[in-house]
């Protein structure tokens, strides 16, 4: 469950850390009436324009703007809202932007330069711990970063069983480099972003970049938010507020339906019980040579209204050239599956693609008869060898 930046920044607010003011907009008209509330506000006579996706690389794309006046912000949010922005992180037909934030300009001059820094926040599971990730070279490419100088990527890692140190803030702040007033105002806030990290349940924060203004303030530009979406059940209020045109259609009908599904961008679709058979099934895909054009389990209970539901968002990608159901029937009984699918089958009418299933486990025999009984024209094999052969024949006609 991903959240925006603006979104993400209530959250630090909400936990005490300081931000870039900011007010969302998802028209021409209410940017310019945000920017004079920023003035108003906040003294700032600069405005940051930025588009709200959830996607990073905005920048490169042509998704932040700086604008030195009421006109500007008109000009700029009138170029950013409505476009596909394309960045490093979305597809090549980019993403449509319905929403910008309109932010303070927070590099003003002052005592000192402003300094920016890179933080993040998640959970290591080699180490079972979590891990903040920091670096003296904020607003750019941590992944850069990362590959040509490694030593410019520090972590430290926190025991969730007692929680960030008053020793592990400091040390990080120390080896950021940051001194007197900065150095304790990084203390405050880095405490409060990792309270708002465990207090929403968040997978990950991101704070690309965090910034030490001219006078000594430390502040998030940006913000990048996901929360566990396991916990969503106890983040109502998020949960709430989450963007669903920022997530791909077919994803959001499968979650209407209960079905953990995700898209990706092959040409074999596969309809499986249980992740680790899923993971399994996606690896046979590609050995046969083909693609898997999604992960889609249907979990423990795949009777025939699941097994039409699974049917159904499989066959909205228009890529997929072929179905492979695999499924084990350990709690689930594989003749149910089997009248699920032909039930399915005559429901939807002709399906215009190859659909080889292999169902093993509970009942595997009576399932393979109701199969070839049925007159469909269904592949029906038994070991996961035979049905990647399949897989393959089917491609190539």
């Not at 304790?184 to 990792?194: A, G």
């Not at 990048?224 to 209020?237: E, F």
């Not at 961008?265 to 898997?292: Q, R, Y």
């Not at 595997?364 to 049925?374: F, G, L, R, T, Y």
Request: proline share 3%; with cysteine; glycine share 8%.
């Amino acid at each position: 469950m991903n959240l925006h930046e603006y979104q993400a920044k209530d959250v630090f607010k909400k936990y005490g850390a300081a931000i870039q003011e900011g007010i969302v907009a998802e028209t021409v008209d209410e940017a310019v009436k945000a920017a004079e509330a920023l003035t108003t506000k906040t003294g700032t006579k600069w405005y940051v324009i930025k588009a709200q996706i959830h996607a990073g690389g905005r920048g490169k794309g042509g998704g932040v703007k700086l604008a030195k006046n009421l006109d500007e912000v008109r000009a700029k949010a009138t170029d950013i809202l409505g476009m596909h922005l394309v960045t490093p992180q979305t597809s090549k037909e980019g993403k449509l932007v319905r929403k910008i934030l309109v932010a303070e300009d927070v590099y003003y001059p002052g005592e000192s330069e402003p300094k920016e820094y890179y933080l993040s926040m998640l959970m290591d599971r080699q180490t079972k711990k979590n891990v903040i990730i920091y670096s003296t070279e904020g607003g750019m490419d941590i992944e850069h970063v990362a590959e040509v100088t490694p030593h410019l990527v520090l972590k430290e890692w926190i025991d969730p069983s007692v929680g960030l140190q008053a020793f592990q803030s400091r040390k990080i702040a120390f080896n950021l480099g940051l001194s007197g007033n900065a150095f304790k105002e990084f203390i405050k806030f880095i405490t409060s972003v990792y309270n708002a990290y465990i207090g929403v349940d968040a997978s990950l924060i991101e704070i690309n970049p965090c910034l030490k203004t001219s006078d000594n303030k430390i502040i998030a530009v940006d913000g990048k938010m996901s929360i566990d979406g396991n916990a969503a059940y106890r983040q109502a209020d998020l949960a709430a507020i989450e963007d669903k045109l920022e997530q791909d259609p077919t994803e959001v009908e499968a979650m209407s339906y209960d079905l953990n599904y995700v898209k990706l961008d092959g040409n074999v679709g596969c309809m499986v019980n249980g992740a680790g058979l899923a993971m399994a099934t996606m690896d046979i895909i590609k050995l046969s040579g083909g693609e898997p054009a999604n992960f889609l389990d249907v979990g423990g209970t795949a009777n025939a209204e699941r097994v039409e539901k699974a049917f159904r968002i499989i066959l909205m990608d228009k890529n997929v050239k072929a179905i492979l159901i695999n499924i084990f029937g350990g709690i689930v009984r594989c003749d149910r599956v089997a009248q699920g699918i032909v039930d399915a089958y005559n429901s939807i009418g002709e399906i215009p693609i190859p659909i080889i299933v292999r169902l093993q486990g509970t009942n595997a025999v009576e399932a393979k008869k109701i199969i070839e009984e049925s007159g469909l024209k269904v592949h029906s094999v038994i070991e996961l060898k035979e049905a990647a052969e399949m897989v393959k024949k089917v491609l190539s006609l």
